[in-house]
């Protein structure tokens, strides 16, 4: 079912290089693997089992990791309410509405599916938005949903899951059971089988973030046209991304390894070089874009202004 957030031609497409690369780049990986390590079976074996993983069990995988659990009408009216009115806007199917007991401010949405989705919002964000800037983030995040980059997402990243474990396992492999029968040959296959890995995980990291900083601004856009209200949106991420950036660095750690699926990323105070290679465009880059959404609009608050 095709829902009313405006159709992206740009993210479409973008979607559709990327999984087409990383594609080219899963089979020859999977091909000089198979060659080195001359067991296609290992190999075969280990990459079905974490893309399986990954695209059945990714909302599963986020809830845990953010200590999220799945809250009913009851406990949260407000935010069902919320979601509720943003879904029947947008003529989707209603997600399942799931809260994390954390102080950081974020949101993101995870699952396979439109039909198997999850909204998860953090007790941080909901303590510190208001009602309009809550509706911008969940439209954010339901916009992900409705054009399905969520999938897209979890299966292009599967990629440098598999490189990271390959590294791993030849690392331990031939730390602990190669001693004592080290030869030429067993040293170049590992050196290989490191190298191709490294070099897999580089290209896909590339890939993957080049096609998360752009499907941010595009869900962005699908927002504030939803809800008409860009400024609001614009307002909950200044003031999200200024309360992220004042968490110590040490207590996001954790959280930065689901950046990619994040409202706005959990960076420090000081990302440096990691703001280069951010799933998220920059907070000034998202909030140029929705000031000129306001504009088109004839929006009488200019964005980040607000709140």
């Known amino acids: 079912m095709r829902s009313r957030f405006q159709s992206d031609r740009r993210?479409?497409?973008?979607?559709?290089?990327?999984?087409?690369?990383?594609?080219?780049?899963?089979?020859?990986?999977v091909a000089a693997l198979i060659a080195l390590l001359k067991s296609w079976v290992l190999v075969v074996v280990i990459a079905a089992a974490a893309l399986g993983a990954q695209y059945w069990f990714?909302?599963?995988?986020?809830?845990?990791?953010?200590?999220?659990?799945i809250v009913e009408r009851e406990e949260y009216p407000q935010l069902h309410g919320v979601v509720d009115r943003l879904c029947a806007v947008a003529d989707m199917?209603?997600?399942?509405?799931?809260?994390?007991?954390?102080?950081?401010?974020?949101?993101?949405?995870?699952?396979?599916?439109p039909d198997h989705a999850v909204l998860c919002v953090t007790t941080g964000l909901l303590r510190r938005l208001e009602p309009?800037?809550?509706?911008?983030?969940?439209?954010?995040?339901?916009?992900?949903?409705?054009?399905?980059?969520?999938?897209?997402?979890?299966?292009?990243?599967?990629?440098?899951?598999?490189?990271?474990?390959?590294?791993?396992?030849?690392?331990?492999?031939?730390?602990?059971?190669?001693?004592?029968?080290?030869?030429?040959?067993?040293?170049?296959?590992?050196?290989?089988?490191?190298?191709?890995?490294?070099?897999?995980?580089?290209?896909?990291?590339?890939l993957i973030r080049a096609l998360s900083r752009y499907r941010e601004l595009a869900a962005d856009r699908a927002a504030a046209h939803l809800t008409g209200r860009p400024s609001a949106l614009a307002s909950a991420l200044t003031k999200v991304t200024g309360d992220i950036a004042r968490i110590p660095t040490q207590d996001l750690r954790t959280a930065q390894a689901f950046n990619a699926f994040y409202f706005t990323p959990a960076l420090g105070a000081d990302p440096g070089i990691s703001r280069l290679f951010s799933t998220h465009p920059t907070l000034e880059q998202r909030l140029e874009q929705l000031a000129r959404i306001s504009a088109e609009l004839g929006e009488a608050a200019a964005p980040g202004k607000a709140g």
């Open 11 to 29: 993210l479409t497409v973008r979607m559709t290089v990327t999984l087409f690369l990383l594609g080219l780049l899963y089979v020859a990986f």
């Open 93 to 113: 199917p209603k997600p399942l509405v799931a809260v994390s007991g954390l102080d950081m401010p974020n949101a993101f949405a995870t699952g396979r599916n």
């Open 132 to 206: 309009e800037e809550l509706e911008g983030v969940l439209a954010h995040e339901l916009s992900h949903v409705a054009h399905k980059d969520v999938a897209v997402i979890t299966v292009a990243s599967f990629l440098g899951v598999i490189a990271g474990l390959v590294v791993r396992f030849a690392f331990y492999s031939e730390l602990f059971g190669g001693r004592g029968r080290k030869d030429q040959n067993t040293i170049a296959v590992f050196g290989a089988v490191m190298g191709i890995s490294a070099l897999v995980y580089a290209i896909s990291f590339l």
């Open 58 to 69: 990714s909302d599963r995988i986020a809830l845990y990791a953010m200590h999220g659990r």
